[in-house]
């Protein structure tokens, strides 16, 4: 859930939907136009063109991509229930995709073959078995399921955790009333969430401007973390993450209200820089992000002159527990042009355009093939054996062909680690589900953190 683009960015492009359709329907018929509807800054360079030319290839028809994005799953949500949008593949985050699925708003998926091009290739099961849904599926969700069919409406885009993202060089740790340390690494990894309810940090780390991620932290925190007094050890992060009762709503909601005048404030996007400029010393952040901040973007700032030196961060996925979420490519029941989004979906399979994509964006493909495995070991991998290594087999599967334990440089350790998380990390996450008839109370809760 990557996002780059302005509040005012986000407003012309909503215009810019609501007049464009009238603008190619007088110049187009409907069958040569493709509507996507996306994240902002989620897609690769040149890879739209690179799905026209590959239309083109297959079908002998040309083909007009029409791309539009959203901020907000919400926002994408009511474009089609409410407003019956017309958009013909939408790329929605896993619990929305139950929820869509529950409202039968989406199509399955189509058998590639149907459409009798020479030379088509179906990509689709090109798929990690992490993400490919199953009775043994690691990644713990079923929402794609029906009689015992899996992955009939959705293929996963991309993944990822949520963890904090911190400044080694922070020193504010030294009077944490939780206890002695000699970094902040070992404070961080010693507390998890607990730090974002510490003293120390007050006015020092932001949260996101989500309902859904900050009660990925305040929930963990309240019913798992140790330094709670509503810990409790009975409960999995599953539990903690997908608590709608009353009785756990209630104290959650109290730790978030204490937790309110520590806060510096809420964030969509900034937090990344304002780590990178010294603003804050700890955010809230998805792995994707995490890993741009700790590259890319340095990168940019030191560049443009707008750091003198780079700072350290580092990533960290608490140890009581956190989210594993992904962003699937789906067809809603509005769509317009069904053959179309159906070769969307292939193309994005396409080992070589998910590679693209997973290199432009920062998170982690669905998509694991030996052109996966490549880039990895292009731009990851140490050429002789260290003492830091992360075994990928959940994620290509023990039947590849190749050696998955990937060698990188006690430096790159972090970076690749919050990208490819080890197996024990992705063990003590959970997804988040669709909050179903509870969710006006999780709104409320929301609006009454925000206003307090």
């Known amino acids: 859930m990557k996002r780059k683009v302005t509040v005012v960015a986000i407003l012309l492009v909503l215009a ?26 989620y897609i690769g360079e040149d890879v739209i063109e690179q799905f026209e030319a590959y239309y083109k290839e297959v079908t002998g028809k040309n083909i007009t991509v029409k791309y539009d994005m959203f901020d907000e799953n919400e926002l994408m949500y009511t474009q089609i229930k409410t407003t019956k949008a017309d ?3 939408l790329c929605p985050s896993d619990y929305m995709i139950e929820k869509m699925i529950k409202e039968d708003l989406l199509l399955k998926l189509e058998d590639i073959s149907t459409y009798g091009y020479e030379g088509l290739e179906d990509y689709r099961d090109n798929m990690s078995p992490l993400v490919m849904s199953g009775e043994d599926n690691l990644f713990k969700y079923d929402y794609d399921e029906e009689s015992g069919e899996y992955n009939l409406y959705s293929r996963t885009y991309m993944w990822g955790t949520m963890g904090i993202l911190y400044a080694n060089d922070s020193t504010a740790y030294q009077k944490s009333t939780y206890g002695t340390y000699s970094s902040m690494k070992e404070y961080v990894e010693a507390n998890g969430w607990a ?16 309902m859904r991620d900050t009660y990925v932290s305040a929930s963990c925190y309240t019913l798992l973390n140790e330094r709670s007094k509503y810990n409790n050890s009975a409960l999995t992060p599953a539990d903690a993450l997908n608590a709608t009762d009353s009785a756990n709503v209630s104290k959650i909601k109290e730790m978030m209200l204490a937790q309110k005048p520590l806060l510096k404030g809420l964030e969509n996007d900034e937090g990344k820089e304002a780590i990178n400029l010294g603003g804050i010393d700890m955010v809230l952040q998805w792995a994707g992000d995490a890993v741009y901040a700790m590259t890319g973007l340095q990168d940019e700032l030191f ?5 003198e030196e780079k700072r350290d961060l580092s990533y960290f996925v608490p140890m009581e527990g956190s989210n594993i979420f992904c962003d699937g490519w789906v067809i809603p029941r509005y769509a317009g042009n069904v053959e179309a989004a159906n070769l969307w979906i292939n193309f994005m399979c396409k080992p070589e355009i998910a590679v693209a994509n997973m290199d432009y964006i920062g998170y982690t493909s669905g998509v694991a093939t030996e052109e996966t495995y490549n880039y990895i070991m292009e731009n990851w991998a140490s050429e002789e054996p260290t003492d830091y290594s992360i075994d990928l087999s959940y994620y ?42 509870k969710t006006n109370d999780m709104n409320s809760l929301w609006l009454s953190f925000k206003s307090a």
Do not use: H
């Open 195 to 210: 730090v974002f309810w510490d003293p120390a940090y007050k006015n020092n780390f932001m949260l996101k401007n989500s």
């Open 16 to 41: 810019m939907a609501l007049v464009l359709p009238v603008v190619f329907a007088g110049c187009q018929n409907r069958s040569e136009i493709l509507k996507v509807y996306n994240w902002s800054e």
């Open 87 to 89: 958009y013909d593949v």
């Open 396 to 437: 290509f599967g023990e039947d590849c062909g190749f050696d998955t334990v990937i060698y990188v440089a006690e430096e790159d350790y972090n970076a690749f680690e919050a990208q490819f998380p080890t197996k024990a990390i992705i063990d003590r996450c959970a997804v988040m589900r669709d909050f179903g008839d």
């Open 303 to 307: 560049d443009e002159d707008k750091i």
